[in-house]
């Protein structure tokens, strides 16, 4: 089978940052809220298994399958991403292979899910792009004209100025 460079590539770059926020953008009453979550792999299938810290109810209560967003961006890195897909409640431990953490009804537990990405959007910031000559020429004139000119400055007050004016 061959490989698919794109999702090998997100791979790449979602086990870089390795944590995301997590927007779960169910109508549903009970739901699992808003987390940060920290991946535990992307499989070959393009399922994106992840952990989050268990909601204050209980985690049957919850809607098992949900549309969801993820957020991955990391102070000093010069790229985010953005995943948004379904997402499901792992429960069953014969879906998880021996690498993952089976999902438990222990409130202090994190809850495994496990994601079908649906779209995924990359995004680079461009880290040290060179300034052309027009900035560089406006950038250099503007230093020079703050070494080089002086604001006049006054020995009296403006509020003494503002005074005469206004008894006048």
Known sequence: MASDNNLQFIREKIYEIRNAVMYSMSNGLVKIPN???SVVKVDEDGQLWFVCTAPAQRVEECEAVFPARLLFYKKGKFFHIEVSGKATIVK??????ASLP???????QPVLLKM???NVEYTSV??????GKLEVMLENGYKWMLRNLAIPRHEKSVFSKLHQTHTS
């Open 35 to 37: 987390n940060i979550v």
């Open 92 to 97: 069953d431990a014969q879906q998880t292979d």
């Open 102 to 108: 089976a999902g438990t009804d222990d409130p202090a």
């Open 116 to 118: 079908s990405m649906m």
């Open 126 to 131: 461009a880290e040290n792009r060179e300034k």
